[in-house]
């Protein structure tokens, strides 16, 4: 929404009022934050392929485990146009993967080390790119910056996992789900009612 303040139309003032609307319905939901959770990590990619009306750029969802707990997740558009699904969730995937190795730094400095740190991803292509160091032609024009990835899941840091689409957690973050799966992917999220906690 922030892109639009320049120039605002009818229609941004529809998407603020819902979202506003959507505020006060869940003023009693926040993140649940468990004590005795185990001290491992994990990240969750996906992204909506040229899913952005206006300049067909594509988005990165990624979201972060410590242990059960939610800690650092974004909806980022990215800044190239994607020419396919693989090249969108590749990026995708690189971004969380520096996420991971910032969250990794700041655990080994507290004396918690970890390695092959698994990364779900719910595409196939982008999870073979990764293991496969020989560069194809069909691949040339994913920027050089966005191959550290591959480095990485190489050197153990990180490793590339599928996850089939209806487990996808970061998919809350820009894609339009059924209410049955945004509840359940919620719940995942550790994003609970104060109310149910109570009983």
């Known amino acids: 929404m922030l892109r639009f303040q320049a120039n605002p139309k ?98 080994s400095d507290n004396g918690i080390i970890l390695d092959h740190i698994p990364i779900r991803c719910d595409n196939t292509s982008t999870i073979n790119l990764c293991k496969n160091p020989v560069q194809h032609s069909r691949t040339k024009q994913l920027e050089i910056r966005h191959h550290f990835l591959r480095n990485h899941v190489q050197k153990g840091d990180c490793v590339l996992e599928f996850v089939d689409t209806k487990n996808q957690l970061a998919d809350i973050f820009t894609k339009t789900l059924p209410q049955e799966a945004f509840f359940a992917i919620r719940r995942e999220l550790g994003i609970l009612d104060i109310n149910d906690l109570n009983k």
């Open 10 to 107: 009818e229609s941004h003032l529809s998407v603020v009022k819902r979202i506003m609307r959507y505020l006060l319905g869940t003023i009693n939901i926040g993140l649940w934050y468990p004590k005795n959770s185990t001290c491992n990590l994990i990240g969750y990619s996906d992204s909506d392929f040229a899913d952005s009306k206006t300049d067909r750029k594509s988005t990165s969802e990624t979201c972060h485990f410590i242990g059960s707990a939610l800690v650092p997740w974004h909806s980022k558009k990215q800044n190239s146009v994607s020419l396919s699904t693989v090249e969108a969730e590749y990026i995708s995937a690189g971004s969380c993967c520096s996420q991971i190795l910032w969250m990794k730094q700041q655990l």
